[in-house]
């Protein structure tokens, strides 16, 4: 089973300077690096791309691995029809999901796309998995 996670669903999944000053509380080096990077995010965020909430950003690819651990993560997850525009034309190199199955011109489904995540999952999750490095040292 392949399920892409796109900016649907990563958008969904933000954190915010609250997560941040969260995850800091755990008192790792570790959690000390990922609040600041997220704290430099939501800076870049704040300035140049909003998101759901003020202060906030997105944090993409530890959905992924998240979702790996506990699937429930993910919202809206469709099976759908799925092609890498290759032809040149305006939609050159985009990865195009075809999620209105049952169409009589429906392509088959060939994977399955996440449409949204569950944020506050997410975070817990996240911060749980930061916490737990604490408890090895």
């Keep these: ?28 080096p570790v959690a000390e690096v990922v609040a600041s990077l997220i704290e430099q995010r939501v800076t870049g965020y704040s300035t140049w791309q909003k998101v759901a909430e003020e202060d906030a950003t997105p944090v993409h ?9 506990d699937p429930s993560v993910l919202k809206e997850v469709e099976h759908a029809h799925c092609e890498i525009d290759c032809g040149g034309g305006a939609a ?8 209105r199955n049952g169409r009589m011109d429906a392509l088959e489904p060939n994977c ?3 449409l949204g995540a569950d944020r506050k ?17």
């Design 61 to 69: 690819d530890p959905l992924c691995v998240v979702a790996l651990l």
């Design 121 to 137: 999952k997410y975070v817990d999750a996240i911060v749980n998995i930061l916490a737990r490095s604490r408890e090895q040292h």
């Design 1 to 28: 089973k392949f399920t892409f996670v796109p900016l649907d669903a990563t958008h969904e999944a933000y954190f915010n300077a609250a997560d941040a000053a969260r995850i800091r509380a755990i008192g790792t």
């Design 92 to 99: 050159y190199g985009q990865t195009i999901f075809d999620i």
């Design 112 to 114: 399955y796309v996440a």
